[in-house]
């Protein structure tokens, strides 16, 4: 990538940041309104998750192969992939719209929301779905057109418990894999991705349920590392709170989102994490949400500050059963992160 591209946050594919993924804060109006996030949804297609930042209610995936009707919920509280109004009405071309069924989750008056979009583009995110048939080592083709370093797999039907099965390239072993919805720490289980590593046109899978099961539908989410726009990538904690922990992820303007997950260790210590800079990744405290439980912004910790080549991440405690956050001394973490424009 040449040194201009870079500097104007303009990945080696020529696609920039505010081309491909958003962070966008709105505030619920009980009606209908279109939310502008400056992505062409309705022409590509994506994936967008909507959650309530006070007070608590589980969140909401939706995405363009299976239509505004269908939602998913991470937690596995509702139905998996259910035919159900999720509230979004339409995928616009520069955003999406809302109304007010099921609007509890996504548009209640006066409550404050916060939404991450991806769009589908090579290299950065795609979508694939396809059916079981519980034969190991079976390979599903993609269209990211480059090495895929994460990806998350819910069943769309067939399924007795929801849920999320993720691979990371962070995790220490090809076999170890990571369940959404479980406060747990890496497992290995080569029945979900057969311990093999995903490639540049097809990941592989296990015969696990989770992932392939016979006479089950199925769809994957998959991400990429591009050059000055995303991340996935993994470090270390140093027991530090005092700014000295910078993660580099090479990105010039400092990070819009980021999501982490500690690997190592179990319960309330691995939840799911995300920041985003529609609420703040500042020097201060910075809003975060818990993933993993449907769980009340939190809003007073300094977990994480601004650096131009990623973030800092400090030793805090957490709110829920007094975890402690993104920097535990010898603590392993995975992330995924995209940068400022």
């Excluded at 995928?91 to 991450?116: C, E, H, M, Q």
């Excluded at 956050?325 to 603590?331: C, K, Q, R, S």
């Amino acid at each position: 990538m040449t040194i201009e591209k870079k500097l104007l946050g303009v990945s080696p594919s020529g696609f920039k940041v505010d081309d491909v993924f958003s962070a966008t804060a709105y505030t619920g109006n009980g009606g209908t309104q279109s939310i502008d996030n400056g992505l062409d949804l309705s022409s590509d297609g994506g994936l967008i998750w909507l959650v309530s930042r006070t007070p608590a209610t589980p969140s909401q995936i939706v995405d363009t192969e299976r239509g505004v009707t269908s939602v998913f919920d991470p937690l596995g509280q509702y139905t998996t992939a259910s035919p159900t109004a999720s509230g979004v009405t339409s995928f616009n071309l520069d955003g999406f719209s809302l109304g007010p069924t099921n609007s509890a989750k996504t548009n209640v008056s006066n409550r404050t929301y916060i939404s991450w979009a991806w769009k589908k583009e090579p290299a950065f995110f795609d979508i694939q779905t396809y059916s079981g048939n519980s034969v190991s080592g079976r390979t599903i083709s993609h269209d990211l057109d480059a090495p895929v370093d994460m990806i998350w797999v819910s069943a769309k039907t067939g399924l007795s418990y929801p849920g999320i099965s993720v691979y990371h390239k962070g995790l220490t072993n090809d076999t170890d894999v990571l369940e959404w919805n479980r406060y747990a720490p890496r497992a290995n289980a080569t029945g979900w991705f057969n311990g093999t590593p995903p490639t540049s046109s097809v990941f592989t899978l296990g015969n696990d349920n989770r992932t392939n099961g016979s006479g089950k539908t199925y769809i994957a989410y998959l991400f990429g590392s591009v050059d000055g726009i995303s991340k996935c990538g993994s470090y270390v904690g140093n027991g530090s709170n005092n700014g000295t922990r910078v993660i580099d992820c090479g990105f010039e303007n400092g990070t819009r989102m980021v999501l982490f997950k500690r690997i190592d260790a179990g319960m309330q210590n691995s939840s799911y994490i995300i920041f985003d800079g529609a609420r703040g990744i500042n020097a201060g405290n910075d809003p975060f949400k818990y993933l993993d439980y449907a769980g009340n912004e939190v809003t007073n910790k300094d977990a994480i500050d601004s650096h131009s080549s990623g973030f800092i991440v400090n030793n805090v405690s957490g709110t829920w059963e007094n975890e402690t956050l993104l920097n535990v001394n010898n603590g392993k973490y995975v992330f995924y992160a995209i940068a400022n424009a």
